[in-house]
């Protein structure tokens, strides 16, 4: 219970989080996505959090509240 696959990304400097203005004069900021891979047999425990880009290898056990980067 309580797993979170998280595959959001946005740059780390503020300047380039902040939403700008486009030249069709539309306001739009940068945010993209990277794939989590997880393998066979896996085992993930509760309230685990795996972060974007991930892979899990297979036969692989996640503990308890584990934040996986």
């Given amino acids: 219970p309580n797993v979170t696959f ?4 946005h740059p780390l400097l503020p300047e380039q989080r902040n939403a700008r203005l486009q030249k069709d004069g539309k306001m739009s900021d940068v945010e993209y996505g990277a794939p989590i891979t997880i393998g066979d ?6 309230n685990v959090t795996v972060c974007p880009g991930v892979t899990v290898g297979n036969n692989c056990v996640i503990g308890a509240g584990s934040v996986v980067t």
């Avoid at 998280?6 to 990304?9: D, G, I, S």
Wanted: proline letters at 10%; aromatic letters at 10%.
């Fill in 6 to 9: 998280a595959t959001p990304l």
């Fill in 41 to 46: 047999n896996c085992w993930l425990a509760s």
